[in-house]
């Protein structure tokens, strides 16, 4: 007898470009270097740059080069910050009933159900009547006691 199972695994897989990153992101400084001076003996492809003055203020974001000046501290900026700190309410806070929209209370919705009776005249309006078999069938329901008698 054939028995049919499903199963549910999950794998982690690296490319070889992962794995090469990984590696290099544990090397120290040092062995950095000497990887990156073995790859340039290995590959002809490849040179060491030489980085100009010209080129180091090119590729400088300017945060270095930042001395700031008297008064022109960066916690000046923030020296008024209890005037700000409050300035942000919530907007639960600002409605009339003021609660969290996830707060709200939950309504059940309103079910209408069919009583049996309904059920049956639904049955029988399914099926290929004449117009008198159906009143006959209309009233024969309509004349059942709650037990159905």
Do not use: H
Request: without cysteine.
């Amino acid at each position: 007898m054939q028995r049919l199972t499903q199963t549910q695994r999950q794998t982690l897989k690296f490319s070889p470009l992962q794995i090469q990153m990984l590696n290099l992101l544990g090397l120290n400084t040092l062995e950095l270097e000497q990887r990156i001076k073995d790859e340039l003996e290995e590959n002809p492809v490849l040179e060491e740059g030489v980085e100009t003055p010209e080129q180091a203020e090119e590729n400088s974001d300017g945060l270095d080069d930042f001395q700031p000046e008297g008064n022109d501290l960066p916690t000046d900026d923030f020296r008024d910050w209890d005037e700000f700190a409050d300035d942000d309410i919530p907007e639960y806070k600002t409605r009339s009933d003021n609660f969290a929209a996830d707060e709200d209370f939950y309504t059940s919705p309103i079910v209408q159900l069919n009583t049996w009776r309904e059920e049956l005249k639904e049955q029988v309006g399914t099926l290929e009547l004449t117009e008198r078999q159906r009143l006959i069938a209309d009233f024969i329901v309509d004349s059942l006691d709650d037990d159905a008698f």
